[in-house]
């Protein structure tokens, strides 16, 4: 739900960026100017697809760095692929080294909870996260069965 409403949202605040460059620079521009962002865009991508790619082949920095920078990277090409303004400054962002570590340590501290079976926020409060909550035989469904293979 909270996808669709973002969505809604970033929608919306493209449509009326759309507009009001549309109104102030005229249609051809604003057409023209959202398909050199979207080249520009990609051609960036591609240079440091690669200089990412490398750093994973080198294993300059751990794995899981080099992956979250392509996770990343392939996000903000697909917003800069995507028409519109918000969507292409987001995009770029992504594609500057500095501001993509940033990112992944945002990515890293928000998901790391879950990932180490940590403390998660929930609505105002703290609970365990699904991977320490201790199993209730009595409210947890378990099936027992035998099964064998039989060949033809």
């Known amino acids: 739900m909270r996808l669709f409403l973002a969505m809604i949202i970033i929608t919306t605040i493209e449509v009326i960026l759309i507009a009001k460059v549309g109104k102030a620079i005229g249609f051809p521009a604003t057409?023209?100017?959202?398909?050199?962002?979207?080249?520009?865009g990609s051609w960036k991508l591609r240079k440091q697809w690669a200089f990412v790619i490398g750093k994973l082949q080198n294993l300059q920095s751990e794995p899981s760095q080099a992956l979250l920078?392509?996770?990343i990277l392939l996000i903000s090409g697909v917003l800069l692929i995507t028409p519109g303004f918000l969507t292409d400054i987001v995009g770029f962002l992504g594609l500057i080294p500095v501001i993509r570590e940033r990112f992944v340590s945002l990515i890293r501290r928000h998901a790391g909870g879950?990932?180490?079976?940590?403390?998660t926020m929930q609505r105002g409060r703290f609970e365990t996260s699904a991977f320490e909550r201790p199993v209730n035989p009595s409210t947890d469904?378990?099936?027992?069965?035998?099964?064998?293979?039989?060949?033809?």
Do not use: H, Q
Request: hydrophobic content about 55%; aromatic content about 10%; overall charge negative.
């Open 141 to 152: 469904d378990i099936i027992e069965g035998e099964f064998e293979r039989k060949e033809d």
């Open 69 to 71: 920078e392509a996770l």
């Open 31 to 40: 057409f023209i100017v959202i398909v050199a962002t979207a080249m520009l």
């Open 114 to 119: 879950l990932i180490r079976g940590g403390f």
